[in-house]
């Protein structure tokens, strides 16, 4: 927020505040001096002014000076000592209209000048605070609504019903011709579905997501058996980096919706990871009906990321490959 914006909301405060101040100084010159209103007046509007000037000089100098005057001390110090330089202005200029012109005054004005810049200052402070606090609580807010939104994303995506009329259309099949091979399908069926909707961490460990990626490539394999070849080759020690989770199974899902998957022309997806980059590349088969996409996975993917590690995902396309590029989070705890 800018200077003016800031000074402009705080508006009614800084009038409000000033007024008082004004009033304040105004009342004691009142009750110990005989003289004309247009006198009063002028004292009352010198002090009005400074009050004003030290609420534009409290926030300047919490604005443009955040990082060089960090301690609350010297902002103070910084913002009294300008505003007893615009005290020491106005007694040269409108020397002869002050009321009171003895030494001892003086040293009473600049002291009046020290205390309400020192409330006006803390007053500041406190807003700064607030708003600060608000602020924090308004991001903190958004970003669990985004992730309200992301888990109900994975959701649809995890208990998709397409993918549960496949699998179980799959499994009523084995049942009939390799009641041993159903049976490890559906216990391949029931850790992927557990291990997928029980998953409540934004990041998890490349070690967990592989495995549960594994349980999900074997599904599809029992679908389009050789049709679907899964390649990888893992650093042992990236195991413990972390990853967003259902990040890669995101990625394989999305490289199945978008090719030909068959024996005569199998789809290859190979999993490469090497330090903290994370490589999915898949050779291109296009659908002869091409799928409607809106790349929601891929965009979703790609702001989580940016979220998470603050760097966004890299995808390379050509007409023989589509590949991807993710980096992971080093886990410092290992």
Not at 34 to 54: A, C, E, H, K, P
Not at 138 to 146: C, R
């Amino acid at each position: 927020m800018t200077i003016k914006n800031i000074i402009l909301k705080r508006l009614p405060i800084i009038l409000i505040t000033s007024l008082g101040v004004g009033l304040l100084i105004l009342v004691p010159v009142v009750l110990t001096t005989d003289t004309t209103i247009n006198r009063y007046f002028f004292v009352f509007s010198i002090f009005f002014m400074l009050g004003v000037i030290s609420w534009i000089s409290n926030i300047v100098f919490s604005v443009f000076f955040i990082q060089s005057l960090k301690s609350y001390l010297w902002k103070w110090l910084a913002s009294t000592i300008f505003l007893i330089f615009c005290l020491y202005l106005s007694h040269l200029i409108f020397e002869n209209l002050f009321i009171i012109k003895t030494p001892k005054f003086g040293y009473f004005r600049v002291l009046g000048v020290i205390i309400f810049n020192t409330a006006i200052f803390t007053i500041n402070m406190l807003i700064n605070s607030f708003e600060t606090k608000l602020q924090l609580e308004n991001e903190n807010n958004h970003l669990k609504i985004n992730r309200l939104e992301t888990e109900l994303s994975y959701l649809k995506n995890q208990i998709n019903p397409h993918f549960l009329f496949n699998a179980l259309a799959s499994l009523k099949y084995l049942i009939r011709v390799n009641p041993q091979i159903a049976e490890s399908y559906l216990m391949k069926l029931s850790d992927f579905l557990r291990g997928s909707i029980s998953q409540t961490d934004d990041l998890i460990s490349l070690q967990d997501e592989l495995l549960l990626c594994s349980d999900y490539i074997d599904l599809q394999k029992i679908r389009f058996q050789d049709g679907l070849i899964y390649e990888n080759e893992i650093d042992p020690n990236s195991l413990h980096n972390r990853i967003p989770f259902f990040a890669l199974q995101s990625l394989i899902e999305n490289s199945l919706k978008h090719n030909i998957v068959s024996l005569m022309d199998p789809l290859t997806i190979r999993v490469e990871v090497k330090g903290t980059q994370l490589t999915i590349i898949n050779n291109i088969q296009s659908r002869l009906t091409e799928v409607v996409s809106s790349s929601t996975g891929l965009n979703n993917l790609n702001e989580r990321m940016k979220i998470l590690t603050g760097q966004p995902i890299v995808i390379d396309k050509n007409q023989h490959y589509f590949k991807v590029q993710l980096n992971l989070l080093v886990d410092h705890g290992q």
